[in-house]
């Protein structure tokens, strides 16, 4: 008989949940994931308690014994194809009962650490179109739409250089903000017949919190209140620096009027 | 407005959610599950919005419909809810209400701050409230449906935790 080695648990099952954490997974998800992953290691009564920045695990062992373990959580992106792969994890941990060979599931959770993201350029042409297609949604003109096309493309280049640094996130949707409305209105101050209010809002909608907003409230609906309020200050921050930024084009247009 | 209106909206919608959906690395199936779901929801707030219907109610009828069918599809892929959850609702989402009312406010015109933030802030409430009510009736139905065992399904050795059994 193989003996369960405690610190091997503790290790996968804080890896499963901030793999969930950190690809815009709900709380309670990760919860579920951590508490099915031990249970199915050979974990007694494991329990574990996420927030947005923290997951943490606790569990007896076969002596009685407590054991426990924390991870901070620094980084959160969004990445759905992740999420589908620990989800489809868990499902098959919880369906099997127990196992005891813990280096198939840290195999399989390196690899979906590896999982690649779909190329750079495809994603820049996504995002630009994605700004296309909401302008004309939003009541613009095909010319509105290509000004949006272009300043997407050119936001989403940048925030793309801007992820590898260590900008905080509300810093990063206060320059977001700044950059739309300052060549939003850049374009605008030309003789183009472009709708400048249109292709803001139209670029704008790239860098909304929608996932923070949907978490927010399928936390809330789970009873996680803590974790739910979290995240719903997380869109309250993101849409604030979102605004607060888009002072700037107003400013900037303000100021060369003034020396006009 | 008319039907080839209503048609394009669908179609401005639908490649504005698939486009959303490939940022967040989706996959390719899901991309397209998830922008028929922007594109149903757009559909129906456009579609209660030009019945002359109030504008909250039409927030409300989209983002119910759309977190509606993506738990439906959550359940019958085995995926999380929030893969088509997320382009679905994202059309509905109040961007551009909050951006005018922030320029608004900048430009010391206080009267239209007041409405479009308003106007944002129903729109949030409503669209919150859709996705509440069809995310926690979701819940409610699988969890009866998932606590009657098969037949000859193998019941787990290990606890399976009811809030209700806590304290007991």
Same mark, same amino acid.
């Given at each position: 008989?193989?003996?369960?080695?405690?610190?091997?648990?503790?290790?996968?099952?804080?890896?499963?949940?901030?793999?969930?954490?950190?690809?815009?997974?709900?709380?309670?998800?990760?919860?579920?994931?951590?508490?099915?992953?031990?249970?199915?290691?050979?974990?007694?009564?494991?329990?574990?308690?996420?927030?947005?920045?923290?997951?943490?695990?606790?569990?007896?062992?076969?002596?009685?014994?407590?054991?426990?373990?924390?991870?901070?959580?620094?980084?959160?992106?969004?990445?759905?194809?992740?999420?589908?792969?620990?989800?489809?994890?868990?499902?098959?941990?919880?369906?099997?009962?127990?196992?005891?060979?813990?280096?198939?599931?840290?195999?399989?959770?390196?690899?979906?650490?590896?999982?690649?993201?779909?190329?750079?350029?495809?994603?820049?042409?996504?995002?630009?179109?994605?700004?296309?297609?909401?302008?004309?949604?939003?009541?613009?003109?095909?010319?509105?739409?290509?000004?949006?096309?272009?300043?997407?493309?050119?936001?989403?280049?940048?925030?793309?250089?801007?992820?590898?640094?260590?900008?905080?996130?509300?810093?990063?949707?206060?320059?977001?903000?700044?950059?739309?409305?300052?060549?939003?209105?850049?374009?605008?101050?030309?003789?183009?017949?472009?709708?400048?209010?249109?292709?803001?809002?139209?670029?704008?909608?790239?860098?909304?919190?929608?996932?923070?907003?949907?978490?927010?409230?399928?936390?809330?609906?789970?009873?996680?209140?803590?974790?739910?309020?979290?995240?719903?200050?997380?869109?309250?921050?993101?849409?604030?620096?979102?605004?607060?930024?888009?002072?700037?084009?107003?400013?900037?247009?303000?100021?060369?009027?003034?020396?006009? | 407005?008319?039907?080839?209106?209503?048609?394009?909206?669908?179609?401005?919608?639908?490649?504005?959610?698939?486009?959303?959906?490939?940022?967040?690395?989706?996959?390719?199936?899901?991309?397209?599950?998830?922008?028929?779901?922007?594109?149903?929801?757009?559909?129906?707030?456009?579609?209660?919005?030009?019945?002359?219907?109030?504008?909250?109610?039409?927030?409300?009828?989209?983002?119910? *419909?759309?977190?509606?069918?993506?738990?439906?599809?959550?359940?019958?892929?085995?995926?999380?809810? #929030?893969?088509?959850?997320?382009?679905?609702?994202?059309?509905?989402?109040?961007?551009?209400?909050?951006?005018?009312?922030?320029?608004?406010?900048?430009?010391?015109?206080?009267?239209?701050?007041?409405?479009?933030?308003?106007?944002?802030? #129903?729109? *949030?409430?409503?669209?919150?409230?859709?996705?509440?009510?069809?995310?926690? +009736?979701?819940?409610?139905? +699988?969890?009866?449906?998932?606590?009657?065992?098969?037949?000859?399904?193998?019941?787990?050795?290990?606890?399976?935790?009811?809030?209700?059994?806590?304290?007991?």
């Amino acid at each position: 008989m193989n003996r369960i080695n405690y610190d091997d648990i503790q290790q996968i099952t804080v890896d499963a949940g901030a793999l969930v954490l950190e690809n815009g997974g709900e709380t309670y998800r990760s919860e579920d994931t951590v508490v099915h992953t031990a249970l199915s290691l050979g974990a007694e009564e494991p329990s574990s308690f996420v927030t947005p920045t923290v997951v943490m695990v606790s569990f007896r062992d076969n002596d009685g014994a407590h054991h426990s373990c924390f991870r901070r959580i620094y980084r959160r992106g969004i990445n759905l194809r992740k999420l589908v792969m620990i989800n489809n994890l868990s499902r098959s941990l919880e369906r099997r009962g127990r196992i005891s060979d813990t280096r198939m599931i840290e195999h399989r959770i390196a690899r979906i650490n590896n999982t690649p993201d779909y190329p750079g350029p495809f994603i820049v042409a996504a995002a630009a179109l994605n700004s296309f297609f909401f302008t004309l949604l939003f009541g613009g003109s095909f010319s509105d739409a290509l000004c949006a096309f272009v300043i997407g493309a050119v936001l989403r280049l940048i925030l793309r250089f801007l992820d590898k640094s260590i900008l905080n996130s509300f810093f990063i949707s206060l320059l977001s903000g700044s950059i739309i409305s300052v060549l939003a209105d850049c374009i605008g101050l030309t003789a183009l017949p472009v709708h400048t209010s249109v292709v803001m809002i139209g670029v704008l909608m790239q860098v909304v919190p929608g996932l923070a907003l949907v978490n927010s409230i399928r936390d809330i609906i789970a009873g996680d209140f803590m974790a739910g309020s979290a995240r719903l200050m997380d869109v309250l921050m993101t849409a604030l620096g979102l605004s607060v930024g888009s002072a700037a084009g107003v400013l900037l247009t303000g100021a060369i009027q003034g020396l006009l | 407005m008319t039907m080839i209106q209503l048609a394009a909206a669908g179609l401005w919608s639908f490649g504005a959610s698939a486009c959303c959906a490939v940022c967040f690395n989706a996959e390719k199936k899901d991309i397209i599950l998830g922008a028929v779901l922007g594109a149903a929801g757009w559909v129906i707030y456009a579609a209660f919005k030009a019945g002359g219907g109030a504008e909250a109610l039409g927030y409300f009828a989209g983002a119910f *419909a759309a977190a509606g069918f993506s738990e439906f599809l959550a359940v019958l892929l085995h995926r999380p809810a #929030t893969v088509y959850l997320v382009p679905g609702i994202i059309p509905l989402v109040p961007g551009g209400g909050i951006f005018y009312m922030m320029r608004a406010v900048v430009k010391g015109e206080f009267p239209e701050a007041l409405s479009a933030g308003y106007g944002a802030l #129903t729109a *949030a409430v409503a669209i919150a409230l859709g996705i509440a009510i069809a995310s926690s +009736t979701a819940r409610i139905i +699988t969890a009866a449906v998932k606590r009657r065992p098969h037949k000859g399904e193998k019941i787990p050795d290990h606890p399976v935790y009811f809030p209700d059994d806590i304290g007991n």
